[in-house]
C-alpha cells in the first residue's frame, strides 16, 4: 500500500516502545494514510520539526498533527508544546497531549500553553485503542485511505 505523501506527516513524540507500537496499531486500525515520525524524546522532535542535526537535509513537509507525550526523555513534552505554539511557523499544527497523568495542574498547563486536546491514556489496551482513534477522527476524513484499502502506518523516523 502506497502512503497518500501529500498529506501531513504525524508527529509522535513518545518515548515508550510499547505505547508507540500500541499508537501505530490504533492509527493503522483506523486507515489513516498518513506517514508517522516517531521521535523518542522532545530533542529529537524539536531537530526534526526544525529541520536540525541529522534532519537538516529533511524537505520540511508540513505536519498534520503533533501527539506528545507529557514526560518524554530530555525535553519535556510541555517544553516542546511551548516552543510549537510560540513559533508563528508551527503554531497552526494541531497538538494533542497523550499522558497517562490525570494530574489538574498538567492538564491546565497544557491548555494555557495551547494544546488542542489533552488525552489521559488508559491501561486497558481496547481503551488505549480506541483513544488513539479518536485522535485519528481530529485529523479528518480526509486523511483515511480509499474505500477498500487498508493503509499502513509507515514509520519515518526513530
Known sequence: ??????????????????DVELSLTALEEFNLANEVFVARDGDQALDYLYCLGKYRTRSGEKLAVGLLDLKPTKVGGLDVLKQLKSDEKVR????????????????????????????????DFHEFCECNQRVGRLLGRDQRAAPGKRAEVKIVGK
Open 92 to 123: 497552526m499544527i494541531p497538538v494533542v497531549l497523550l499522558t497517562p497523568s490525570k494530574e489538574e495542574q498538567d492538564m491546565v498547563a497544557s491548555y494555557k500553553l495551547g494544546v488542542n486536546a489533552y488525552v489521559v491514556k488508559p491501561v
Open 1 to 18: 500500500m502506497e502512503i497518500n505523501s501529500k498529506l501531513g506527516r504525524i508527529l509522535m513524540v513518545e518515548d515508550d516502545p510499547k
